[in-house]
């Protein structure tokens, strides 16, 4: 059980570092990260407005979480 998720841990990080390469850099640069948005474009259809991308790296971060939390309880 361990081997097993743990090599499904190392092939979700893989499939997490190529999908983040894959995305296109956005023209702010760090500005972002610091508060540099706006809240008032934060709404219900947030998740809508994602790029498929966006949304494979939504999904394959959390497994990457859920599999690490996993090992560390095993």
């Not at 008032?40 to 498929?52: E, H, K, L, Y």
């Not at 979480?65 to 309880?73: K, N, P, R």
Request: charged share 10%; net charge positive; glycine share 12%.
């Amino acid at each position: 059980m361990k081997t097993t998720l743990a090599i499904v841990h190392i092939l979700l990080c893989l499939v997490l570092m190529a999908v983040v390469l894959m995305q296109h850099r956005k023209q702010g640069g760090f500005g972002g990260i610091f508060g540099g948005g706006s809240q008032a474009d934060m709404g219900p259809n947030q998740w809508q407005r994602f790029t498929g991308l966006t949304k494979i790296t939504v999904v394959v971060t959390t497994l990457f979480m859920v599999t690490s939390v996993a090992l560390v309880i095993l």
